[in-house]
């Protein structure tokens, strides 16, 4: 492959990679009133 | 509530401590969850939620007004409330960087028999856990 393409590919996964990732990986509530 | 929490999108597990209040949502691996959702969810069930914390990992961008926002996922962000901790990501943001965040997403207005089931949900950052 065209080193150009490789190095464009690489920059695009470093940016792209870490935003899929982005999540919420957990939710703790206190509640008031619960029978 | 545990039923009505677990029907919402995104959600995987719900345990509910009668003990102490506690609720803890486990989203599910995609973590497409909507907080603003389940505290609705737990509204509309009769119960008030007195406070809420998420962990979330994401970006630190800057809106058009120029205030800071933790990017939970594509389409959903949360505006950061100002506090000393927000000074140590202020640097990362609408940088590559990913952030692991633990923080109040929502505390019940002191003296408020019931809170608003729509208040806004503003990110005060408790622990940085983790910068990548």
Redesign the interface.
Known sequence: MNPRKLALLFVLG??LV??S??????????????T | MKQHLGRQSGVQKVDVSLIDGKVEVTPKEDGQIDPAQLLKAVHDSGVSVAEMEVTARGKIVKDADGNLALQASPGQSFAIAPNDLLKTVEPLADSPAVVTLRGELYRKPAGKKKAAASAPLKLLILEVQKKE
């Open positions: 470093s940016v870490p935003v990732q982005a999540q919420i990986k957990h939710i703790e509530m206190r509640v008031e009133g619960m």
